[in-house]
């Protein structure tokens, strides 16, 4: 049997780090398996639901590259199928009318938390003679769960996982305005789309034995369960706002790599001996859902940093440029002379660990004029430092082509006659080139600047 698998989400957020991370897990298994990966849209909580939403998520899949084979299919749309479902269940009696107030209920709830039980539906409508009910009367449906035995997860992350059937309450399938709810729309969509493995967060774990009971009544063959671990952030708590953007359309904006956020991604949960860097082919390849582990993993933005410098290495330089150009744009930089652009971002391609991080290092270099950082313009622009400028304004404009080569020989004659160390040379030149002490090797960044821009830079900074 071909494997079918699916995705989905409810429109009532962006697309999260731990939602990407079930979708990737998905697509990945669909992949490897040679099945069809199927996207669904939980759209049935109409008041948080949103278009707006539905189309961020979309735009998150379509970056990270996991294309659906299936859908969208909106569970909205599906309304009188669910409906159909539940009058089978009412009709075969594994369904039953429940009568009780809002109120009712609520009373039941607080008198169980003060007296110490846990809250349950006490089964009151349980065993009532089934009737229509009047125009007047509301109900909602629940479903007659059994009330001994034990339901068992078998679990393809955790293994078995045993629930006691008497801790599992008559659930309610449809409220009494007759919408059906998740647990019932799950199943009934699952079986309809011929879903092999529920593969989904560790978070819907409790619910799983209930939607094994509506698999069963409804008599449908269960599909595989794989419960994905949790993700943390760095202080183990579950991974939220707090700890940074959980949006991955931010990551998208924050200049990272689809391929690098999928690497990521894939190795939260997941390992494939001590290989920490994947392309997506290598990551099909690999990918096992006997390989996700059970303990929760924990999100660290510093490894998801060294993933992307690990896949930018491998792009070009002409393609490290086009991605950076429109984080230069962001800081109101447009770059004219192509080939220089070209040099100058490449020459930080090995600190950028992103596109943003990347433009930012490499502004310097396509400003008018710099700013120096105040700690640095004291320890080397003083007046040695700015005696060595001088020099060097001298010397450097005797230079017919600017080269790396011809700099440098200014530099080495300069060192031979002053005994001076290079870094006394280089450090002034570096604040007053770029602001700061730290850019690529001095006579490259002089070379790709120029010798109009390099001058004019070091007389600003013996000015300053
Ligand atoms: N709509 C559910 C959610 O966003 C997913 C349900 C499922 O995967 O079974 O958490």
């Given amino acids: 049997m071909t494997c079918r698998v699916r995705f989905a989400p409810s429109p009532t957020g962006n697309l999260h780090i731990g939602g990407a991370r079930t979708a990737l897990f998905n697509y990945l298994f ?13 759209d049935t909580d109409i008041e948080r639901s949103t278009k707006e939403f539905e189309k961020s998520i979309l735009e998150g899949m379509r970056w990270l590259e996991m294309e659906w084979d299936e859908g969208p299919i909106y569970q909205m749309q599906r309304m009188d199928r669910y409906k159909a479902k539940v009058q089978e269940l009412l009709d075969a009696g594994k369904a039953y009318r429940c009568y009780c107030t809002a ?9 169980a938390m003060k007296e110490g039980r846990k809250p349950k539906y006490d089964g009151k409508c349980r065993d009532l003679e089934p009737r229509n009910p009047s125009t007047q009367e509301r109900c909602s449906i629940r479903f007659k769960a059994p009330t001994e035995g034990t339901t068992v997860v078998h679990d393809i992350c955790r293994g078995d ?19 059906p709810t998740y647990n019932f729309t799950v199943v009934v969509d699952d079986m309809d789309m011929q879903i092999t493995h529920v593969i989904r967060g560790d978070d819907h774990i409790n619910n799983t034995p209930r939607q094994i009971l509506l698999y069963e009544a409804l008599g449908f063959p269960l599909p ?24 991955v359309i931010e990551y998208q904006e924050q ?22 860097i994947f392309t997506k082919e290598e990551l099909i390849q690999a990918f096992d859902l006997e390989q ?44 004219n002379d192509r080939t220089m652009g070209i040099k100058a971002v490449t020459s930080e391609r090995e600190r950028g660990r992103t596109f943003d991080e990347l433009a930012e290092i490499s502004t310097f270099y396509f400003r008018d004029v710099i700013e120096f950082d ?30 790396d080569h011809n700099i440098g020989e200014v530099f080495k004659k300069l060192i031979e006659e002053t005994g001076k160390k290079m870094l006394d040379l280089a450090q002034p030149c570096r604040v007053a080139l770029t602001g700061t002490t730290v850019s690529p090797g001095i006579y490259e960044v002089m070379a790709i600047l120029g010798k109009d821009a390099v001058l004019n830079r070091f007389k600003r900074a013996i000015a300053a």
């Fill in 30 to 42: 669909a992949r490897k398996k040679g099945g069809k990966f199927i996207l669904r849209i939980e």
């Fill in 103 to 111: 109120q009712e209920l609520e009373a039941k709830r607080q008198l």
């Fill in 161 to 179: 996982v045993s629930f006691e059937n008497k801790e599992l309450d008559d659930l309610i399938i449809a409220r009494s305005d007759g919408t």
């Fill in 224 to 247: 595989q369960f794989a419960h994905l671990p949790m993700i943390f952030g760095p202080d183990k708590k579950k991974l939220s706002k707090r700890h940074g953007a959980v949006s």
């Fill in 255 to 276: 200049g990272f790599l689809p391929s690098a956020m999928q690497n990521y991604l894939a190795r939260l949960g997941w390992a494939h001996g001590d290989q920490e």
């Fill in 292 to 335: 996700v582990g059970k303990s929760p993993s924990v999100f660290d933005i510093e490894k998801l940093k060294w993933v992307n410098s690990q896949h930018m290495l491998k792009l070009s330089n002409d393609e490290i440029f086009d991605r950076t150009v429109p984080f230069l744009e962001k800081r109101g930089i447009k770059v």
């Fill in 374 to 403: 105040p700690k640095s313009k004291d320890k080397w622009l003083n007046d040695e430092g700015k005696k060595t400028l001088s020099v060097l304004v001298e010397r450097l404009s005797g230079i017919e082509d600017f080269s």
